[in-house]
Antibody, heavy 116, light 108 residues
């Protein structure tokens, strides 16, 4: 059974940093692109970043470029999102998702709240 | 960036009736379109990919159609568990991956 479990969310002040993790199991993690997708409270879905199987390609939505970094450790079956210079508008539930072309499996999400 | 527009924003339908949800792309995405269902407090669930292929375990009452810029998700006979928010998403031309703003399907 495919499982994706996010962790690392919490309350952080504007300008602060946070690192999200996603533990994957039930599939060959190193064979798939992976992604982060977020959802602000009461809002729709917003794609944040994608990373290739070997980490050699990474793509970001414009609003997080230069502030967020997606990475992965295939030996640990783990995906990460390092978030720096956080803003109030980054407040959201962050989901990790497995990528075929569509997002076929999603984690349960972790809430990030940016507030003073 | 390809903009995805869903209509209507809210759809009120009675159980047992048919629901038709629309999604329009600002430029052609071929058949590279997916539909997701999201219930309150839950992660999205993949329903349809390739515009018309049901994902594993998705009931046959869900069907997708369309190509290019116009797409439809049809739920043939609404069950109580189908009332949720539905999103379309294009993956033809990325980055960025883009989603529609969602259609809320509510009980009439």
């Amino acid at each position: 059974e495919v499982q994706l479990v996010e962790s690392g969310g919490g309350l952080v002040q504007p300008g602060g940093s946070l690192r999200l993790s996603c533990a994957a199991s039930g599939f060959t993690f190193s064979s798939y692109w992976m992604s982060w997708v977020r959802q602000a409270p009461g809002k729709g879905l917003e794609w944040v970043a994608n990373i290739k199987q070997d980490g050699s390609e990474k793509y970001y939505v414009d609003s997080v470029k230069g502030r967020f970094t997606i990475s992965r450790d295939n030996a640990k079956n783990s995906l990460y999102l390092q978030m720096n210079s956080l803003r109030a508008e980054d407040t959201a539930v962050y989901y990790c998702a497995r990528v075929l072309y569509e997002f076929d499996y999603w984690g349960q999400g972790t809430l990030v709240t940016v507030s003073s | 960036e390809i903009v995805m527009t869903q209509s209507p924003a809210t759809l009120s339908v009675s159980p047992g009736e048919r629901a038709t949800l629309s999604c329009r792309a600002s430029q052609s995405v071929s058949s590279n379109l997916a539909w997701y269902q999201q219930k309150p407090g839950q992660a999205p669930r993949l329903l349809i990919y390739g515009a018309s292929t049901r994902a594993t375990g998705i009931p046959a009452r869900f069907s997708g159609s369309g190509s290019g810029t116009e797409f439809t998700l049809t739920i043939s006979s609404l069950q109580s568990e189908d009332f949720a928010v539905y999103y379309c998403q294009q993956y033809n031309n990325w980055p960025p991956v883009t989603f529609g703003q969602g259609t809320r399907l509510e009980i009439k």
